[in-house]
């Protein structure tokens, strides 16, 4: 993608309603590197929204409004051609697959060649510290590495922005500060326009980005 | 493509069954062109009230019917009510889990073997009595249908437990044990005034195909049931085998007949769940606690363990007579044991086994693949199967095999497909089918649907979502219900029967034929080898996704089958 078109996440005027009851509306743009903030109770409709963000959420949701990422409309795009990566509390590795089997079912097919792909995932193993994991049983790594996995998950998979779904929630007090920074440090590294909901005010300080607060 | 999915299955389902009445409702008023019968005539039905004894077949047929199922669901629901989330209940899980595997016909057999006049509990009665002879009395066959009862509950016992295993977590149970408990309720009344109300919406179309399976049986029924006269499916099978063809007729009519005795059990049964819902609206909110359920609960368990006791013991007598050399009576054991038999039959058992495996991996593999698809286009559209589409896909649970199987026949050999393959494992689809949407919907709708979320925005296409990450997700749950699916096509008797018109030779179709020989070796040899394929099954089922995924802990935990 070409330097010029990245333009960030745009959400215009998105409404998301059920049973004709408005759960959310949000209208804002989130730059390249931006960590925008929402918070919010539970039921306040934030992870609808991430899921029309993406594409998965069903169609009982009526939805108006737009969504571009780097000028492109998401709207009516299938999830897996939108280009957007999410995290959510739980990190949700495939238990079926080994840790690299992870990592490089989330990279992209043009990457060819078996020692190629494997480099990349190894690679993208030693940016998280974690060299000599590649056929490790996700099952047997601990809650900081799992979390940090998954974000590598995300990342290979070249995604144009990032949504987040209170993902540090599930981590012991102890890790949570330490995967915070290297979530968000990973975000702005890469330019990604990123949005978290949370109900962790700690959260949102610690991203230091614009932090909404919607209302239940 | 995969959106007709659904929309095919249900023709699956529904076409033969509806061919199949039409084709027994027609020569039942005569009409039958094949044997002549152009113009329609009440002949069949005036033959038909000729017969002997036939109020004593209706009147076998409903009671028995009705009395089995009522005694299985009571056992179930008393023993989850008084065991649930204890070691009691989880030991008795495992317990009853492989037994659902073991085909109709071998537990009727094997109960048969241990009830009979010279069977295993009257010669350890004859070592205190000392009798020499066998005592003179009609256990099994006797007039009032009890051990077919007998047969019916100890099979149907581990179907209704595990249907009603599956329906327990959506209803909140163990909480709402708490609750109850804390509220000063026994554990059974609070189970009945609390949980069952909300559970029994769920299991009721089991119940209702258990109903219509016990009323209509005719496998268990020859080997076990009354002979003088033997209720109504089995004489139906009679005059459908008769040489004279013009009984074909008479038959018709009687597999309407049948089929109407369903539908007056069925609407019995649920005239009587009306009634009980009312008393038991009263009876929930009058207070009374019943705390002292000890001795309910001991006869809860003590039946559950009769029940799955009597099968497994069964199947011990069925190996103990398939190696017996000389034995007699009161004697508990043979004075001798030989493999000649098994040496002689195993070149008959090889060709029935695969016989077996030719018509049953064909439906297996279909019932599977459909059931897949449908559910995997429940996830796609975020439409489950409404209730509706549910109750089409049981529909061939709920009609008497009896009723349509000949008339699909007739079909069938319009179509040209008389006694073939094809026509032969379409009939076991319509039973295979069910049974693997009942296994597999659960685990495949419970599997957590951020996987999909998660690989679809990593950029996966929904094809390579669903075979490289849900498909493996479930490989223990889709192993299961293949196997549940093989275990049903074993045990089917009437179709292969009746559609292959006795061209297709299965375990067990051959161990039925042997029921009237008596020769109680030969019926432990093809008894037990009925169990084979099951049991080789289940065992699969498990051992494949623990070889598989020996080196993946988290499958362990994920992938309950």
């Known amino acids: ?216 | 493509m995969l959106r007709f999915i659904p929309i095919l299955t249900i023709v699956l389902m529904i076409g033969p069954v509806s061919a199949g009445l039409i084709g027994t409702i027609l020569p039942a008023f005569g009409i039958l062109p094949a044997l002549g019968g152009t113009t329609p005539s009440l002949e069949p039905w005036q033959a038909l009230v000729a017969q002997p004894g036939l109020g004593a077949s209706i009147r076998l047929s409903l009671v028995n019917g009705l009395i089995a199922t009522f005694v299985s669901v009571a056992i179930v629901m008393l023993f989850c009510a008084a065991w649930q989330g204890t070691r009691t209940f989880h030991a008795l899980q495992r317990i009853l889990s492989p037994i659902l595997s073991v085909p109709h016909a071998t537990a009727a057999f094997g109960l048969a073997f241990l009830i009979a006049p010279s069977g295993w509990f009257v010669r350890v009665v004859a070592q205190f009595t000392g009798w020499d002879r066998p005592p003179d009395v009609a256990i099994i066959h006797d007039p009032w249908g009890i051990a077919l009862i007998a047969g019916l509950v100890a099979k149907e016992i581990p179907f209704l437990f595990l249907m009603t295993l599956s329906a327990l977590p959506q209803a909140d149970t163990a909480r709402t044990a708490q609750v109850t408990a804390s509220l000063g309720y026994g554990r059974i009344a609070g189970w009945f005034k609390a949980t069952l109300p909300r559970i029994y919406p769920q299991i009721r179309l089991p119940v209702l195909a258990v109903l219509a399976y016990s009323t209509s049986v005719v496998d268990v029924a020859i080997i076990l049931a009354p002979t003088t006269p033997a209720p109504l499916a089995v004489r139906i099978l009679g005059w459908l085998s008769d040489p004279d063809l013009a009984l074909r007729f008479m038959a018709s009519s009687a597999a309407v007949l049948q089929l109407l005795i369903v539908i007056a059990a069925m609407a019995i049964w649920i005239a009587g769940e009306r009634l009980v819902a009312v008393i038991g609206a009263r009876w929930a909110v009058d207070g009374n606690r019943f705390k002292q359920d000890g001795a309910v609960r001991g006869v809860s368990a003590v039946m559950a363990l009769v029940a799955a006791g009597t099968v497994v013991l069964g199947l011990v007598v069925l190996l103990v007579w398939s190696v017996a050399g000389f034995w007699a009576f009161p004697d508990l054991l043979p004075r001798g044991f030989s493999l000649r038999l098994w040496a002689r039959e195993l070149d008959a058992i090889g060709n029935s086994l695969t016989t077996t495996l030719l018509i049953g991996i064909p439906a297996v593999v279909i019932a599977v693949t459909l059931v897949l698809a449908c559910l995997e286009n429940e996830v796609r559209t975020g439409k489950p199967a409404g209730r509706r589409a549910m109750f089409l896909i049981y529909l061939p649970l709920l009609v008497p095999q009896i009723s349509f199987m000949f008339g699909l026949q007739v079909f069938f050999s319009l179509l040209g497909l008389e006694r073939t393959l094809v026509s032969v494992v379409l009939g076991h689809l319509v039973f295979v089918a069910p049974y693997v949407f009942l296994s597999l919907s659960e685990p495949f709708r419970a599997l957590d649907p951020r996987y999909g979320q998660t690989a679809l925005c990593l950029g996966a296409s929904p094809a390579r979502v669903f075979w490289l990450v849900r498909l493996p997700l479930l490989t223990r749950a889709v192993l299961t219900a293949a196997a549940v699916g093989l275990a049903v096509t074993v045990g089917q008797y009437l179709p292969t029967l009746l559609i292959g018109a006795g061209r297709f030779a299965t375990v067990t179709t051959e161990a039925v034929a042997l029921a009237s020989g008596g020769d109680r070796r030969m019926i432990g040899i093809y008894g037990l080898f009925q169990m084979v394929l099951p049991f080789a099954g289940f065992a699969l089922a498990l051992l494949i996704p623990a070889v598989l995924f020996r080196h993946r802990r988290g499958m362990g935990a994920q992938n309950k089958g």
């Open chain 1, 1 to 216: 993608m070409p330097e010029a078109a990245k333009n960030g996440l745009e959400l215009r005027d998105v409404r998301v309603c059920l049973d004709g009851r408005e759960l959310v509306a949000v209208d804002l743009t989130i730059a390249p590197g931006e960590i925008v903030t929402l918070m919010g109770p539970s039921g306040s409709g934030k992870s609808s929204l991430l899921g029309h963000i993406c594409g998965t959420l069903p169609d009982a949701f009526e939805v108006t409004g737009q969504v571009v990422l780097d000028g492109r409309v998401l709207d009516g795009l299938a999830p897996q051609d939108r280009h957007v990566g999410i995290l959510f509390q739980d990190d949700l590795l495939f238990p079926h697959l080994s840790v690299g089997g992870n990592l490089a079912f989330a990279l992209p097919a043009h990457i060819k060649g078996r020692a190629a792909r494997r480099a990349r995932v190894e690679a993208a193993l030693g940016s998280a510290e974690m060299d000599g994991f590649y056929d490790r049983d996700p099952a047997t790594l601990s809650g900081g590495q799992r979390a940090r996995v998954a974000l590598m998950r995300v990342l290979l998979s070249e995604p144009c922005a990032l949504l987040l779904d209170e993902p540090f929630s599930k981590l012991d007090s102890g890790l949570r500060s330490q995967i915070r920074s290297f979530v968000f440090d990973l975000c702005r590294k890469n330019s990604l326009p990123t949005l978290m909901v949370t109900h962790d005010p700690e959260d949102g300080a610690a991203a230091g980005g614009r932090v909404i607060e919607l209302r239940g």
